[in-house]
Each structure stands twice: as structure tokens, then as C-alpha cells.
């Protein structure tokens, strides 16, 4: 199975500025894109390092004018110095509070396309 065959959502390039809050520690930066299940962190200060892999931390975006917090768990790290891989983190959304839902709802209808 790759990667793609487990995404659950699309991805939309969406660059917005981020806050992760991991281990009493801020990184800030711009993303990539995000999907309802997750996003990639670019552009992280400080830099993110591979040990943070598995670990859990809070994720805050703003978008549209809203704050949208979402739990979430490192599930990539590559560092600016990799040649294969594009330098940030991919994070997966832990649907398992209601704040974290409530945002993938307010995320999922600001991806819906408007009508006129």
C-alpha cells in the first residue's frame, strides 16, 4: 500500500501561517497544503527534527479570519539538508476532542466551492 492509497482526504495547497505547541515548545511557520485528516508544516522556526515523530502536540491555524485548533500527531519530519524528501512535517488531525472536530467542520466548509 502507498502513501496515497491510505489519504483519506484530498489535499488543497493552502498557505497559511501555523503555531504547533509540542513538548512546552512553539514552531511556527507557513503550510503546505491541508486535508480534513491532516497538513504539512513548512517553513518551520525552529526547525523541526525527526525525533519528533510520533509525538503529539496542538496545531493552530487561521483561515478565512477563523482559529482552528486541531490535536495532532507527527507522522513525518525531513529536515532542510534531506535531498529526497521536502524539508517540514506532515501532521495527521486526532479527531478525539471537540474542539479538534469542530475545526475539521469549519475546514471542510471552507473547502466547499461557493455558489453562485
Known amino acids: ?3 496515497s492509497d491510505r489519504r483519506k482526504h484530498t489535499r488543497v495547497a493552502i498557505e497559511t ?6 513538548n512546552g515548545e512553539e514552531y511556527s511557520g507557513t503550510t503546505g497544503n491541508i ?7 513548512a517553513k518551520s522556526e525552529p526547525e523541526l527534527m525527526p525525533s519528533c515523530v ?15 485548533s486541531f490535536k495532532c500527531e507527527i507522522v513525518y519530519v525531513a529536515t ?6 521536502p524539508a517540514g512535517a506532515g501532521v495527521v488531525f ?22 453562485s
Do not use: R, W
Open 17 to 22: 501561517e501555523y503555531h504547533l505547541f509540542l
Open 35 to 41: 486535508s480534513l485528516s491532516g497538513a504539512f508544516l
Open 94 to 115: 486526532c479527531d478525539t476532542d471537540d474542539e479538534t472536530v469542530t475545526s475539521q467542520l469549519n475546514l471542510a466548509i471552507s473547502q466547499k466551492p461557493s455558489i
Open 1 to 3: 500500500m502507498t502513501p
Open 54 to 68: 510520533s509525538q503529539s502536540g496542538l496545531l493552530t491555524i487561521t483561515l478565512n479570519g477563523e482559529s482552528l
Open 80 to 85: 532542510h539538508d534531506n535531498e529526497m524528501l
